[in-house]
């Protein structure tokens, strides 16, 4: 039996092989590459790869990879199939354990962002909430909390975890991360080389913590945790996935135990910026005067009206503040949007000490 055919029975791969078996608790199955390597398909979408004993980890180094929290969101699928493929092939060869996740294989089915609740809202133990007793998303964010607590456990070395997404609407900036928030924790620049390769240029510091699945890895597991939104959102088999060749080429370097390639231009540095208010869903009342074509990172001028309520608003204050994440159709209680503005010393380099 080849390991494919291990891991994925009939399916041609991974990918396959979750889209045909979205709801089923499948047991767990291990298999093992020619050169040791170790695959464990722990659940459906879930993937625990383990180098062989004794092979140098010359980054010290273990990685959590997510995609399709939101199952339209399906580029960073697809790159993260590839790779899979690549490994189980023998195209290259494994330094660091990873732990490689599809966050949401009924919503990816159904080619919809989610089925019953946003499971990027469900993390942080949201998903114990009353409201949610019984719903998919719930159960599944509970698994994933687990295994990625499982591998933090197994794998004490410096623990990263990037969760890739798409946009629903255009950007002014297509590819950027948000690092979630963590009391005193300083924004680590040895991440900068990697955003960079990854073709990320824009850096946004979060100012609380979430619920969001990297900031449970963030705050729970203590690792260095990065939501990336790479472009846009289309379905399965319409992705020029050239266009996401940076992350691609950047998450295998990374899987190898390589370092950084020298930065090359016109990605010399992250431009960050600072959530500077939260927009909340705050009811029937509740007014938001955003179009809702907007796209991400629009801009702002002093004392321009964001929402309203009966009781409440919010204007642009001081100096010009950006749009990320619009979105009014959210249950009341809800984020509809971030307000940002450049951080202080926005331009982030190798030389700097780092920023908060």
């Not at 180098?51 to 339209?72: L, T």
């Not at 294989?105 to 409201?131: C, D, I, K, W, Y």
């Amino acid at each position: 039996m080849t390991v494919s055919a291990g891991l994925f029975g009939s399916s041609p791969d991974w990918l396959s092989h979750t889209l045909d078996n979205p709801g089923a608790d499948l047991p767990e199955v291990q298999t093992h590459l020619p050169d040791g390597t170790r695959i464990s398909r722990k659940a459906v979408g879930v993937l625990d790869i383990f180098p062989p004993a004794g092979r140098s980890n010359p980054n010290a180094e273990a990685i959590i990879v997510s995609a399709g929290v939101h199952g339209n969101e399906t580029a960073p699928i697809e790159v993260l199939n590839r790779l899979v493929s690549e490994l189980i092939d023998g195209e290259w060869e494994l330094a660091c354990p990873v732990l490689l996740i599809l966050g949401n294989p009924p919503a990816m089915v159904a080619g919809e962002r989610f089925t019953e609740v946003n499971l990027n809202r469900l993390f942080n133990g949201a998903h114990g909430r009353s409201e949610y007793d019984g719903l998919v998303e719930a159960a599944r964010a509970q698994l994933l909390e687990e295994a990625c607590r499982q591998f933090a456990m197994a794998n004490p070395q410096a623990l990263y975890h990037y969760d890739l997404h798409t946009a629903i609407r255009p950007s002014h900036r297509e590819r950027f991360a948000l690092y979630p928030f963590v009391e005193g924790r300083m924004f680590p620049l040895g991440q900068c080389d990697f955003l960079l390769e990854a073709e990320v240029e824009t850096l946004l510091l979060q100012h609380k913590a979430g619920t969001t699945f990297s900031s449970f890895s963030s705050s729970r597991l203590k690792a260095e945790s990065f939501t990336v939104e790479l472009g846009k959102v289309r379905p399965f088999g319409q992705n020029d996935l050239g266009r996401f060749s940076g992350i691609r080429d950047a998450l295998r370097r990374r899987f190898r135990g390589q370092s950084a390639p020298p930065r090359k231009p016109p990605f010399g540095h992250l431009t960050v910026f600072e959530v500077v208010h939260e927009i909340l869903n705050t009811g029937k009342h509740f007014r938001f005067h955003i179009p809702d074509d907007v796209a991400n990172f629009t801009e702002y001028q002093p004392g321009t009206m964001i929402w309203e309520d009966d009781e409440t608003s919010y204007r642009v204050g001081h100096s010009p503040e950006a749009i990320v994440f619009p979105n009014p159709e959210v249950p009341v209680g809800q984020r509809v949007g971030l307000m940002i503005r450049p951080k202080t010393g926005s331009k982030l380099g190798s030389d700097e000490k780092g920023v908060r």
